[in-house]
């Protein structure tokens, strides 16, 4: 048997790593010049690792594979302790950690504890603003929860599902299984050691897909590489534009699947500075402007350069796109100075990471919209000789996830193997 993995993210590499272990013959066609897909480490910007896309180990319960691997490589990691090493600037203007704020504010706090008591389950068709203020969040609390909670989530509450967001109302902050961490030594010593000795083609786009018996995949170069199966990994954004053309069509449940999911706007732009901004055991910044979002890579290390992230999704990402690179690093840059009281402050040099105009991936994660909330389950269902994967088809409390990804293509892999 051959398999033909398209995509090289977590979730490609997972399935090819699955595969070969397993004995089938192996392809992977990834359309960029480098793999990781949304994962991707710098190791130019900075003398330390510097994320361009996602960062975080979220959690330490049994289903954050993540740790598998941290283990078994020796890397080290950094835990975010957001109570005490996070600040944040309340709609009141006050500035205190987050620990203070959460203490000397009820309304901060049920935006983050998420402990809603006896309240009814959210509706298949509510977004999560509508939810929110069903049952009883003020204007105060949801403009905490745009700013926090759905930002991290990749997009404005309007196109939230509630219902698929309702595992998460709980205390991410204190609880260690919902506890962030930062690999310290870079993402790529994982993705890259998890693609060792797998056959990926770099520079394959694939355009075409011919799935009537077997799998047949046209590259934008009018290469054709065919196999058994295929394990398709391409993100939300990618497969909704158009751009790969399937013969015979996708079934209607794929194409009501895609129509229940967007990808979020998603965007990062990141700052190196000469020296510390602020203290260095303080390393996230929530701020009342956009980018609502910061955090240093710096924090956790005894040297290095200072670097600085801004992150934000949304109507705040909408926002910077209609402003362009220079505008919005300019405006990012003045949220950060109002924050810190540093009106003088400049940068070394900066970085504008554009995911929605990023061709291969059209947004950084994607979102199950109002009314859809077995979008992701349909996105996954395999389609023999076509299996699925890719975050989007990972169950909702795995999506937007590095893990969550690795799960689909682990799970698509165990699929092909089942049956063949």
């Not at 983050?112 to 509510?126: K, M, Q, S, T, Y």
């Not at 303080?282 to 956790?300: K, V």
């Not at 996954?380 to 890719?390: D, F, H, S």
Request: proline share 4%.
């Amino acid at each position: 048997m051959k398999a033909i993995v398209i995509g090289a993210g977590i979730a490609g590499l997972s399935a090819a790593y699955h595969l070969k272990n397993a004995g089938i013959d192996v392809v992977v066609l990834e359309g960029r010049d480098r793999i990781g897909g949304r994962v991707w480490t710098s190791r130019d910007f900075a003398d330390i690792p510097v994320e361009f896309g996602a960062e975080l180990i979220h959690g330490r319960s049994a289903e954050v594979n993540t740790w598998e691997w941290v283990h078994k490589l020796g890397l080290s990691t950094w835990h975010w302790n957001k109570s005490a090493d996070s600040m944040i600037r309340t709609e009141d203007g006050a500035w205190m950690t987050m620990g203070q704020a959460r203490r000397a504010s009820p309304a901060l706090e049920a935006t983050r504890a998420w402990e809603l008591g006896d309240v009814p389950e959210p509706e298949n068709d509510e977004d999560l603003a509508t939810y929110l203020k069903r049952i009883g969040f003020s204007e105060l609390q949801l403009r905490y929860v745009e700013r926090t909670f759905a930002n991290a989530e990749g997009d404005s509450m309007r196109y939230l599902n509630a219902k698929a967001h309702a595992h998460l109302f709980k205390d991410s902050d204190g609880a260690d299984d919902y506890s962030d961490y930062r690999i310290l030594d870079g993402y790529d010593s994982y993705y890259e050691k998890l693609a060792e000795g797998l056959d990926i083609r770099l520079n394959k786009v694939a355009r075409g897909i011919n799935w009537a018996e077997a799998i047949s995949v046209t590259t934008i170069e009018g290469e054709t590489v065919a196999g058994d199966v295929a394990v398709l990994t391409l993100p939300v954004g990618v497969l909704k534009a158009g751009g790969v053309l399937f013969d015979p069509a996708l079934p209607r449940s794929k194409r009501e699947a895609l129509d229940g999911l967007q990808m979020g706007p998603v965007m990062k732009m990141v700052y190196q500075f000469d020296q510390p901004i602020l203290d260095r055991s303080i390393g996230a910044i929530y701020a009342r402007d956009n980018p609502p979002m910061w955090w240093s890579p710096s924090l956790g290390r005894n040297n290095g350069d200072v670097v600085w992230t801004a992150f934000f999704s949304g109507d705040y990402a909408r926002e910077m796109l209609d402003l362009g690179e220079k505008a919005a690093l300019n405006k990012g840059l003045d949220t950060l100075r109002r924050e810190i009281g540093q009106a003088d402050l400049q940068y070394v040099q900066a970085r504008w990471i554009n995911w929605p105009e990023d061709e291969f991936a059209r947004g950084g994660y994607s979102v199950c919209l109002p009314g859809h909330y077995s979008a992701r389950q349909k996105l996954a269902m395999p389609t023999p000789p076509i299996y699925w994967a890719g975050e989007a088809s990972a169950p909702h409390h795995l999506t937007a996830m590095v893990h969550g990804a690795y799960f689909t293509g682990q799970r698509a892999a165990g699929e092909i193997i089942a049956g063949r």
